[in-house]
């Protein structure tokens, strides 16, 4: 494969190789689903002389599931030692951020309110978790949790006042990833709405 030249340019995806010495597995269907909520965001970052990718390997796998051809990608000369602590760093610092969960609690459950947790990468009983863990850590949630958690308990009061029921169906991390990158590209094509909905479409009479 001929070198590619520095710069940023939309790539084919055909023309990226994942880098093979990345120790970091993805969540592809959650991925997946941001992208098809929110848009791909931002760049991935590949080497020129192996056009391997040092940043955004599992954003383009996840791209890649969606059907997408081409990619915005920033070229870098560097030579491999470089390229793999770029790799490394990417994966690294994100390793070692740190959430405030009042704040992240906060977030979520505005849009939740809203019916707008898809593509965060939350859902609801990642938000109830979430409440759950402050209230046993701290004991006291404050006014600004109380808030949040009355949000969460009125959606559940609807919910089941509403007759909703949930499936919940236990996969392989590979098996996972594959599925929910389908059914994001479903909702897509069949212009549905939800997950619950894709569903309902596939296994109408």
């Known amino acids: 494969m001929e ?4 710069g940023h340019r939309q790539t084919a995806i055909a ?3 994942p880098h093979p010495e990345n120790p970091r597995d ?15 965001v931002g760049s991935l970052v590949a080497q020129c002389s192996s056009s391997h990718v040092l940043v ?12 997408y051809k081409k990619l915005p ?27 405030r969960d009042d704040d992240l609690a906060k977030t979520l459950a505005h849009l939740a309110k809203k019916g707008k947790l898809a593509g965060t990468g939350y859902d609801g009983d990642d938000l109830d978790a979430l409440l759950f863990d402050i209230e046993r850590s701290k004991g ?6 109380n808030d949040v958690e009355d ?9 089941q006042a509403a007759g909703i029921r949930s499936i919940i169906i236990p996969f392989s991390l590979d098996d996972y990833n594959h599925v929910v990158a389908r059914l994001a590209a479903l909702r ?18």
Do not use: C
């Not at 212009?191 to 109408?204: C, E, G, M, P």
């Open 3 to 6: 070198a590619q030249k520095p």
């Open 15 to 17: 023309d990226l190789i």
């Open 26 to 40: 993805g969540d592809i269907g959650a991925i997946a689903e941001s992208i098809q909520e929110n848009g791909f």
């Open 56 to 67: 955004g390997n599992h954003r383009m796998q996840a791209a890649a599931a969606l059907d």
């Open 73 to 99: 990608v920033h070229w870098v000369d560097v030579d491999d030692d470089t390229a793999l602590r770029i790799l490394l760093a990417d994966n690294r610092n994100s390793d070692l951020a740190t959430y």
């Open 140 to 145: 006291d949630l404050g006014n600004l949790l």
């Open 151 to 159: 949000d969460v308990k009125a959606r559940q009061e609807v919910l």
């Open 188 to 205: 897509a094509e069949h212009q549905l709405d939800s997950n619950a909905a894709v569903l309902l479409y596939l296994t109408a009479e």
